[in-house]
């Protein structure tokens, strides 16, 4: 029976959203592929504690923030562009390595909305406790709305990504 729950627990169901994920030494690359809305990349980055507006949160509080809708299953897609980094979203339990030159896959589910925060789970070297992981789980609406304005903001000369 143990062989039957390990096996269910790799079985990704339909997606309704894919982002694909990318871990560098020391912060985290988010993309939307262009068949969903998206067609843009971004990075994200800790904000220094000198940085910090009230409300956020020190070690955990990004620039850009990686947004999905609640209530939708979200796949990551998982890998690295230097060193072995990890992706852990300790509310959706959610943790993966992201290992350069491999794709590894994950989902999760929000099924309430606000932010949350995950931080790199493998020792990757001097940046390793400086690059945590923002998500903002949002409505429907406000998730459309945040494509629209990403689409302006992270437009890049390289021109949309196709996964
Ligand atoms: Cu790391």
């Known amino acids: ?19 694909k994920v990318t871990g560098y030494a020391w912060y985290w690359g988010y993309e939307y592929p262009a068949d969903q809305g998206g067609g843009f990349k971004f990075d994200s980055n800790m904000l220094e504690a000198k940085d910090l507006k009230p409300g956020q949160t020190r070690l955990l509080s990004v620039d850009n923030a990686m947004y999905v809708p ?46 949350y925060y995950g931080q790199c789970s493998e020792l990757c070297g001097n940046g390793h406790p ?14 459309a709305a945040w494509l629209q304005d990403a689409k302006k903001k992270y437009a890049s ?7």
């Open 130 to 143: 400086y690059m945590p992981i923002e998500i903002h789980v949002v409505s429907e609406q406000q998730y």
């Open 157 to 163: 000369v390289d021109g949309p990504i196709q996964l």
């Open 1 to 19: 029976p143990s062989f039957r729950l390990l096996r269910l627990q790799l079985i990704t169901p339909p997606a309704d959203v894919v982002v």
């Open 70 to 115: 609640v209530n939708k299953v979200v796949k990551v897609q998982v890998t690295a562009a230097d060193v072995i980094h990890s992706f852990a979203m300790p509310s959706f339990g959610v943790k993966i390595d992201a290992i350069p030159g491999r794709l590894n896959e994950s989902w999760f589910k929000a099924e309430k909305e606000g932010v």
